[in-house]
């Protein structure tokens, strides 16, 4: 079982950019999947990034496609988000999620049903 942290959100104006960071513990996150999903008040959660295992395809909701990357870093067992030119409708909680799903298309990964592991989150606010 992994446990998960987020940390790096905060308030930030619009245009701004964030580094969210994902530090996981307990197992490596070499062979999973991991993504990022948000949720604003009222609400669902939604998908918005996930570098999927094995082959580490990436897939971006089309709302932040262009403006937000997902990468990690093996050695230091942390999944990222570099987020730019926010937007104040990119504020929300973020979680980052593992996955051990085996099948990494977009319609398998996106979805919050494959992941079993989740961080407790951390606010992004962006203001206009």
């Known amino acids: 079982q992994v446990q998960l942290v987020e940390s790096g959100g905060g308030l930030v104006l619009a245009g701004g950019s964030l580094r969210l960071s994902c530090a996981a513990s307990?197992?490596?996150?070499?062979?999973?999947?991991m993504g990022w999903f948000r949720q604003a008040p009222g609400k669902e959660r939604e998908f918005v990034a996930v570098?999927?295992?094995?082959?580490?395809?990436?897939y971006y909701a089309d709302s932040v496609k262009g403006r937000f990357t997902i990468s990690r870093d093996n050695a230091k067992n942390t999944v990222y988000l570099q987020m730019n030119n926010l937007k104040p409708e990119d504020t929300a909680m973020y979680s980052c999620?593992?996955?051990?799903?085996?099948?990494?298309?977009?319609?398998?990964?996106?979805?919050?049903?494959?992941?079993?592991?989740w961080g407790q989150g951390t606010q992004v606010t962006v203001s206009s």
């Open positions: 570098d999927s295992w094995p082959n580490g395809t990436t």
């Open positions: 999620a593992a996955s051990k799903v085996l099948v990494n298309t977009r319609v398998v990964v996106t979805s919050p049903s494959v992941y079993d592991q």
């Open positions: 307990g197992r490596t996150l070499r062979s999973v999947t």
